[in-house]
């Protein structure tokens, strides 16, 4: 089945001017994508949490992604550094997939740099 929508939440940004911090605005979006998010909608979330302190932040990822896999039941594109969030593959092993990430990026020079995304290994 195709998607009717297609909800994203991405970057860090904060709006100083109006009083609102990045923590504050990672909050307002994503608040507004999981009200208006549903079974036919796809949803990418890029580091959710990054806005606030490791506690908080894995905490807030946490909840948020087992409310779309329980309550919304979205396709989910989920994009963590968090490793703790890994678990959640175990509690929803029928819908929960765990994927790493690298690159290879090339210069101008010719050079190469990998990376891998996690903090792990490339």
């Known amino acids: ?38 079974e036919r909608s796809l949803v990418v979330l890029d580091e959710l949490g990054r806005g606030t302190s490791t506690h908080d932040g894995v905490a807030v990822a946490h909840a948020t992604l087992c409310h779309i896999v329980e309550r919304i039941r979205a396709c989910c594109l989920f994009v963590t550094h968090y490793p703790e969030l890994a678990d959640v593959a175990a509690t929803y092993p029928r819908v929960v997939n765990n994927y790493h990430l690298g690159y290879v990026e090339t210069g101008a020079a010719g050079g190469e740099r990998g990376g891998s995304g996690g903090g792990g290994g490339g």
């Open 1 to 38: 089945k195709p998607f009717t929508a297609i909800y994203t939440r991405m970057g860090a940004a904060d709006n100083i001017y109006k009083h609102m911090s990045t923590f504050f605005m990672e909050l307002s979006e994503t608040s507004e994508l999981l009200a208006h998010a549903d």
